[in-house]
């Protein structure tokens, strides 16, 4: 396969400037890191699913990847071209679909204009046609043509992220950035949207990084499995091989926790703790005060990157250590 999109080392910070009281006394603001030199290929194809806990900097990749936050160092590459700093015309291939579809559409515009505006800015669509193509995106998606003229409040959730979905589409780009794109919708509605993505790649040959912290979900979606913890990647496999055999003690603790009517009843030990500040973060493994297996050198030394099993990587002593 061919890789479509590459992060090299890439990081993210980010620190507000001191106020005028802060430089009267030579302070400066503290600095958040919320991604730390992160490396990830996607394939030509297939469907990445990138988890982690809420504050662990997954979104914060998804919006470097799709242009919308520059990142403070390393590469991001698309198709071999550097698109660390983006043209537009470059960033018009990797579209995103955002979490909340009563957030993500302006309540202000018609459907024909959300859906519409960016085609007929990039010239893919003549005046004279739009409303045509506007019709065709929303029946790709499932929804009746007619709703064109309506306004994003006339819709349910399910609806109105189907609508962003044909708002993507609508630059015909070949790599999609889902940021927990089914976390706020019913279940029912969940699998229906899940459905549609999967067509949509089927039919037009995309490809995705799928962020959620749902483990039923990108189990069902993806390809392959990146595990991310404070900003870095702790784990990466196929799909199967994380949840057969996962290898880091967070990927553990992240099954574990996850309900499965297919289960057997044991004893589990949840994480400990909480998910440390990015503004402290901690020195050697970043998960070794909440793991259970933490050693001495966890506390002093980053465990090395490193193929534990054909296509399966993983960062933790325990590989050194034969525990």
Not at 83 to 110: D, G, T
Not at 132 to 151: E, K, M, N, P
Not at 197 to 207: K, S, V
Not at 265 to 279: A, C, D, K, M, R
Request: glycine content about 6%.
């Amino acid at each position: 396969m061919n890789t479509m999109l590459e992060t090299q080392e890439i990081s993210k910070s980010f620190s507000a400037p001191p106020g005028w009281l802060a430089r009267l006394h030579g302070r400066t603001n503290p600095t958040v890191y919320a991604v730390n030199q992160l490396s990830l290929r996607v394939e030509q194809g297939e469907v990445l699913g990138l988890v982690g806990e809420s504050g662990c900097g997954k979104s914060t990749v998804g919006r470097m990847i799709a242009g919308l936050l520059p990142p403070t160092s390393g590469a991001m590459l698309f198709e071999g071209r550097d698109i660390s700093r983006p043209s537009v015309a470059q960033h018009r291939q990797i579209q995103m679909v955002f979490q909340n579809p009563y957030a993500s559409l302006n309540p202000r515009l018609r459907i024909e204009q959300l859906v519409g505006e960016a085609a007929l800015y990039h010239g893919l669509v003549a005046p004279a046609d739009a409303a045509d193509y506007v019709r065709s995106l929303l029946s790709q998606v499932g929804l009746d043509a007619s709703y064109a003229t309506r306004y994003p409040q006339q819709f349910s959730g399910g609806q109105r992220q189907r609508i962003a979905i044909a708002r993507a589409l609508a630059l015909k780009p070949r790599f999609i950035v889902c940021d927990e794109a089914v976390s706020a919708l019913d279940v029912s509605v969940q699998a229906q949207i899940l459905n549609l993505f999967m067509d949509l790649r089927e039919a037009q040959g995309l490809t995705y990084l799928f962020i959620s912290h749902n483990l039923a979900v990108v189990e069902y979606v993806a390809d392959r499995v990146a595990i991310m913890y404070l900003g870095q990647l702790v784990e990466l496999a196929d799909t199967a091989e994380i949840f057969s055999h996962a290898n880091h003690p967070y990927t553990r603790a992240l099954i574990a926790d996850a309900p499965r009517l297919d289960a057997p009843v044991v004893e589990h030990q949840p994480i400990q703790g909480e998910l440390p500040s990015p503004l402290q973060r901690p020195g050697g493994c970043a998960f070794h005060p909440r793991c259970p297996h933490a050693m001495p050198r966890c506390a002093v030394e980053a465990p090395a990157w490193e193929e534990i099993a054909p296509r399966h990587w993983s960062a933790c002593h325990l590989n050194q250590d034969g525990a």
